[in-house]
Antibody, heavy 121, light 108 residues
Framework: QVQLVESGGGVVQPGRSLRLSCAAS????????MHWVRQAPGKGLEWVAV????????YYADSVKGRFTVSRDNSNNTLYLQMNSLRAEDTAVYYC??????????????WGQGTLVTVSS | SSELIQDPAVSVALGQTVRITCQGD??????ASWYQQKPGQAPVLVIY???NRPSGIPDRFSGSTSGNTASLTITGTQAEDEADYHC???????????FGGGTKLTVL
């Protein structure tokens, strides 16, 4: 069965860095685009970043562009999110999600359980 | 970038039908997908594409689109359907995705 397991969250001071990981299993990881989505406490979902199945293209939300970097290791079935220059407003649960595309229909068909990042001094 | 607009809260009587809407220009180009999220849990996909349900999602959930508005309809709402519902689509640029603000559904 498809499993996505995030790790790497924690408490970090403003301006510091953190790297999140998402370990994938149960499907051919190298065939799917992967996303990071976050949710601040008590707020809605916010799309963060996408990386294509082969890693050649990456796109970011304006709120994280230039500070966050998404990458993947298809040989180890792992997705990463390198977060630099963290701000208090980056505090959120971070989810990784698999993208499913059928024609003009796109969706996130599987999600991890999330990892909490708290940016605080 | 595009945005998707959802009503913050909707209520429905047990057993009745409720429609949750999502409005945005990107919906003229891309289908919305809908996610159910219960407290402390990860989102779960309930509707995608024109009107597709993943395996395990009850058939009381359905979706539709008209112009720039996507709708999620729950027919015969059950108590366990009380949750937050989020819509999502690829944005008009094609390189970003966007979520609506979410709708909190209360079952009375």
């Amino acid at each position: 069965q498809v499993q996505l397991v995030e790790s790497g969250g924690g408490v970090v001071q403003p301006g510091r860095s953190l790297r999140l990981s998402c370990a994938a299993s149960g499907f051919t990881f190298s065939s799917y685009g992967m996303h990071w989505v976050r949710q601040a406490p008590g707020k809605g979902l916010e799309w963060v970043a996408v990386i294509w199945y082969d890693g050649r293209n990456k796109y970011y939300a304006d709120s994280v562009k230039g500070r966050f970097t998404v990458s993947r290791d298809n040989s180890n079935n792992t997705l990463y999110l390198q977060m630099n220059s963290l701000r208090a407003e980056d505090t959120a649960v971070y989810y990784c999600a698999r993208e499913l595309q059928i024609g003009f229909a796109y969706c996130f068909d599987y999600w991890g359980q999330g990892t909490l990042v708290t940016v605080s001094s | 970038s595009s945005e998707l607009i959802q009503d913050p809260a909707v209520s429905v009587a047990l057993g009745q039908t409720v429609r949750i809407t999502c409005q945005g220009d990107s919906l003229r180009s891309y289908y919305a997908s809908w996610y159910q999220q219960k407290p402390g849990q990860a989102p779960v996909l309930v509707i995608y594409g024109k009107n597709n349900r993943p395996s395990g999602i009850p058939d009381r959930f359905s979706g539709s689109t008209s112009g720039n508005t996507a709708s999620l309809t729950i027919t015969g709402t059950q108590a366990e359907d009380e949750a937050d519902y989020h819509c999502n689509s690829r944005d008009s640029s094609g390189n970003h995705w966007v979520f609506g603000g979410g709708t909190k559904l209360t079952v009375l």
